[in-house]
């Protein structure tokens, strides 16, 4: 199974202040059809999990463009340009090229300074 | 618009059975994926397995094979996790989510297994 990481698991952020959390997998996600399956997620506290990024850095309609997804191969980042209250919450990431099963990496909780 | 609506919140004691559901609407339910994401209280997500209604090709993680088992009836446009002797380790959020790519998600299922 690939196995995902994250870092660093607890990110605490000024208001206003740029946040950057990071996403390793154990192999490529490179698929055969050129695309790498990454995918970013929110879960705000007691919501379900939302989609902000897939395909690496293909933002889901609604998602403000203060998120931001980059990376390839093994390595990818998901920034946030100017942290907000409503950004609060647990981020994951998952990996969708090389399933079953799809794997998560262990969460990012960001909260306010 | 697309929903996925769940069944409520059950109480269960271990060893008792229990199928909980995921309702979609708003698209063609027999051509996508839908599947499961367990998520234990504090902790972060796991998948557990995967339906295609349209012909029932089911796949599991190797972590909830023979533990769980996924169906669907697309004729309502259904799926359902289910277990058959549940355990207190059994306990958790379950979240039902259009898959393979993950782009809608049900409000989750809370499931308490206690004696």
């Known amino acids: 199974d690939v196995v995902m990481t994250q870092s660093p698991l607890s990110l605490p952020v000024t208001l206003g202040q740029p946040a950057s959390i990071s996403c390793r997998s154990s192999q490529s996600l490179v698929y055969s059809d050129g695309n790498t399956y990454l995918n970013w997620f929110q879960q705000r506290p007691g919501q379900s999990p939302r989609r902000l990024i897939y395909?690496?850095?293909n933002r889901d309609s609604g998602v403000p463009d203060r998120f931001s997804g980059s990376g390839s191969g093994t390595d990818f980042t998901l920034k946030i340009s100017r942290v907000e209250a409503e950004d609060v919450g647990v981020y994951y990431c998952m990996q969708g090229t090389h399933w079953p099963p799809f794997t998560f990496g262990p969460g990012t909780k960001v909260d306010i300074k | 618009e697309v929903q996925l609506v769940q069944s409520g919140a059950e109480v269960k004691k271990p060893g008792e059975s229990l199928k909980i559901s995921c309702k979609g609407s708003g698209y063609s339910f027999t051509s996508y994926w839908i599947g499961w994401v367990r998520q234990m209280p504090g902790k972060g997500l796991e998948w557990m397995g995967i339906?295609?209604?349209?012909?029932?090709?089911?796949r599991y993680s190797p972590s909830f094979q023979g533990q769980v088992t996924i169906s669907a009836d697309k004729s309502i446009s259904t799926a359902y996790l289910q277990w058959s002797s549940l355990k207190a380790s059994d306990t958790a959020m379950y979240y039902c989510?259009?898959?393979?790519?993950?782009?809608?998600w049900g409000q989750g299922t809370l499931v308490t297994v206690s004696s």
């Open positions: 339906i295609y209604p349209g012909d029932s090709d089911t």
């Open positions: 395909k690496v850095s």
């Open positions: 989510a259009r898959q393979k790519d993950f782009d809608y």
